[in-house]
Nanobody, 122 residues
Framework: VQLQASGGGLVQAGGSLRLSCAASGLTFYSYHMAWFRQAPGKEREFVAA??????YYSDAVKGRFTISRDSAKNAVYLQMNSLKPEDTAVYYC??????????????????WGQGTLVTVSS
């Protein structure tokens, strides 16, 4: 199984980025997909998830970020708008089968991408 994240970079506050995660080696439609992030010195935190046709977001990104998936391409995306300096982190895509109440728990995901760095300057 491989999850390949891409799309990170340096952007000014208020700008936008679109992250992509290409999955291979797994039955894509049978997994829930999520994005997490980890800032320096902080724990990995939930950003967004796509489960059973529904989307879930952390309060910190709700209204600014949008998660989507393309099953034909075995890919999941994270559109990030109105970026803030506090969004600076390494962003990871993950695949797993957590129940809804555990969507925000990193150890419920079996597979992880390598991470892509997002830096938002003020």
């Amino acid at each position: 199984v491989q999850l390949q994240a891409s799309g990170g970079g340096l952007v000014q506050a208020g700008g936008s980025l679109r992250l992509s995660c290409a999955a291979s080696g797994l039955t894509f439609y049978s997994y829930h997909m999520a994005w997490f992030r980890q800032a320096p010195g902080k724990e990995r935190e939930f950003v967004a998830a796509f489960k059973g046709g529904s989307t879930y977001y952390s309060d910190a990104v709700k209204g600014r970020f949008t998660i989507s998936r393309d099953s034909a391409k075995n890919a999941v995306y994270l559109q990030m708008n109105s970026l803030k300096p506090e969004d600076t982190a390494v962003y990871y895509c993950a695949a797993g089968r957590p129940i809804t109440s555990a969507l925000k728990t990193p150890n419920q995901y079996a597979f992880w991408g390598q991470g892509t760095l997002v830096t938002v300057s003020s």
